[in-house]
């Protein structure tokens, strides 16, 4: 069942899955905290960013061709502002920031709302999960000391189940048209996507090591700065 897509997955993973994580980290994390810091209402920074979250979705549905799928749609979107926010940040802290978002948005997208998605198809991937965070524990650490800081900065407490909660229904819309869009290309159904990653775990999350994948990220994270 799996060869064909042990022959595909690095080209497929480099071009859907891998730099997908950062679409969820501009479009999730950064709106979200944005929406959240200006408002007094969870509620309401959760409904715009899910709002906004659907926008881009559809957008790149819209755009999307036989040769181009809407997933790479928003990935190609997401390379340009990945790449237009870390140039345009003034200081070596929103660069810091931006990469804490980034890293995020990877994190909650493949521990969180991939794990919550195959769940509803019957497919646990508890492995894939804790490879995963396993392998970005390092990461991690560092780019939760920055959302603490920043979220004290803006008047707000860092509580990480919260955080990912109102993001939830934003990152469950893109896991969606992700998922759709990589089982598509693999020929293969969801179900059996979320079984491979479980069964093949080392090998898809060192393809999603963000140390390779996005090494100004990881170089951001783990430099040691005085501000944090």
Not at 26 to 35: D, Q, W
Request: hydrophobic share 40%; glycine share 2%; charged share 25%.
């Amino acid at each position: 069942m799996f060869t064909k897509l042990k022959e595909m997955s690095k080209s497929v993973l480099g071009s859907l899955l891998v730099v997908a994580v950062a679409v969820i980290a501009f479009i999730g994390v950064k709106e979200l905290k944005v929406y959240w810091f200006q408002s007094t209402s969870e509620q309401k920074a959760k409904e715009r960013v899910t709002e906004k979250v659907d926008q881009e979705i559809r957008s790149a549905q819209s755009r999307a061709s036989a040769e181009k799928s809407a997933t790479e749609v928003l990935v190609e979107q997401s390379r340009k502002n990945i790449a237009n926010t870390l140039s345009s940040a003034s200081t070596q802290k929103q660069k810091l920031v931006a990469a804490s978002d980034i890293f995020f948005g990877a994190y909650f997208l493949n521990t969180r709302a991939r794990a919550e998605y195959c769940a509803t198809l019957g497919v646990p991937i508890s492995t894939f999960v804790n490879t995963y965070k396993q392998l970005h524990q390092q990461l991690f650490v560092s780019a939760e000391a920055i959302q603490i800081v920043d979220f004290h900065e803006h008047g707000r407490k860092y509580d990480i189940e919260k955080f990912y909660q109102l993001l939830a229904p934003a990152a469950k819309k893109f896991v969606i048209q992700d998922m759709k869009d990589s089982a598509s290309s693999l020929g293969m159904s969801e179900k059996d996507l979320c079984h491979e990653f479980n069964n093949n775990a080392v090998s898809w999350v060192k393809m999603m090591d963000i140390r390779t994948r996005a090494p100004e990220v990881s170089r951001l994270l783990l430099q040691k700065v005085s501000v944090y």
